[in-house]
């Protein structure tokens, strides 16, 4: 597979959230607008793509019983980095974001790729495919933060476009459910056609 | 009384998958079936349980005294993914029967961020220990209710003439929607 193949299949073919279905949680969590979305996606793709590449660095140095628990630190370490970094220069975000921070550690997503991806394949192709994973992570995330934003307060990245009150419900919990419900149909629809 | 709101703030207020987005990939993953749901709601009551009162007693008895605060997170998962080893090991000697009813899900657990979300929350809520327990019990009842509700509409819905975009995972997440909105109905309640 070539490098260019192995970054873009993250974003519509095995987009982690639409067609992968991993990585819920903060997903339906933190969209409540885009930027939002979009913090907690960058802040996945750090962790992803450090803990790929460290552990295609030390693949050959773990052994195999304790390999899970092994990059369960490892990624457990890069998440307290974002946290404190986050905490200290974007307090705002961080207290937007609130718990899913730590909760970065159990996203299916993170420790998924570092088990299926980046302890098999060489250090460029698991730094790649972290990229590729982590920004499709942040567009999914993105893009279901502006649709819930754009329909339940009529605004995207807070500009707003369309006056008056929107549809409450999707900035509150069942409009996540909903909206990304509707946004799996609109992908599989897509990967159909194609 | 305090226990009392606690439980019914878990339960059906800020329900842990509904309101507060934990557990998802459980909550959508074995609820296709009531009774694997029920396997799971078991699994994850022990272990939220246990893994609360073991971290609320590293956080306040070894992170606090040694100012380590900034470990919580590697040392929680780190606890949590032995604490299930443990169970595993121990319920495999003690209860084969229980090991059998739940054995499959228990590796699961592990990357369920319900039990690490509820031992954070536990933290930062300041609960004593006793309440730290209720809170956990009444999440996992929480979470219980949630996916078994939504595992008896998912059996339903595999007979029904769905949209083809929208079978399968599309389908069930408006379904959780709709659940969530229903369960909206009991905010303000605590």
């Known amino acids: 597979m070539s490098q260019l193949k192995n970054f873009t299949k993250g974003f519509i073919k095995e987009n982690p959230v639409f067609v992968l279905l991993l990585g819920l949680c903060p997903a339906l969590g933190v969209t409540t607008s885009a930027f939002n979305g979009l913090g907690m996606g960058l802040a996945t793709t750090f962790v992803l793509v450090s803990s790929n590449v460290v552990v295609s660095l030390i693949k050959s140095q773990i052994p195999d019983k304790v390999r899970i628990p092994s990059f369960i630190v490892i990624i457990a370490s890069f998440v307290t980095i974002v946290q404190l970094v986050m905490e200290a220069f974007m307090p705002d975000l961080f207290a937007a974001l609130g718990l899913f921070i730590p909760l970065i550690v159990v996203n299916c997503l993170v420790l998924g790729r570092a088990e299926a991806f980046a302890s098999k394949k060489n250090l460029v192709s698991s730094l790649v495919d972290g990229l590729g994973m982590g920004l499709g992570f942040a567009f999914a995330l993105t893009l279901l933060g502006a649709v819930r934003e754009l329909l339940g307060s009529g605004a995207i990245f807070g500009f707003s476009f369309i006056q008056g009150d929107g549809m409450l419900v999707f900035v509150l919990a069942p409009g996540a459910f909903i909206g990304l419900g509707y946004l799996i149909a609109l992908t599989n629809m897509i990967k159909k056609n194609e | ?190």
């Open chain 2, 1 to 190: 009384m305090e226990y009392i709101l606690i439980i019914i703030g878990a339960v059906f207020v800020n329900n842990i998958v509904l309101a507060q987005f934990l557990g998802i990939c459980p909550y959508m993953g074995v609820s296709s079936k009531v009774s694997t749901s029920v396997g799971m709601s078991g699994a994850v009551m022990f272990v939220m349980t246990l893994a609360t009162v073991v971290t609320y007693l590293i956080y306040h008895y070894v992170l606090v005294p040694f100012g380590v605060t900034f470990l919580q997170t590697i040392s929680y998962i780190l606890v949590i993914s032995s604490l299930v080893q443990m169970v595993e090991i121990i319920l495999k000697k003690v209860s084969p029967a229980l090991f059998q009813a739940l054995g499959i899900f228990l590796p699961l657990i592990t990357t369920n961020c319900a039990v690490l979300g509820v031992a954070i929350l536990t933290v930062q809520k300041e609960f004593n220990l006793l309440e730290g327990v209720v809170f956990a019990i009444a999440n996992a009842i929480g979470f219980a209710l949630a996916i078994l509700l939504f595992a008896g509409i998912r059996e339903h819905l595999e007979l029904m003439d769905v949209p083809k975009g929208m079978r399968g995972a599309p389908a069930a997440l408006v379904v959780a929607g709709i659940l969530a909105l229903a369960f909206m109905g009991f905010a303000g309640l605590v």
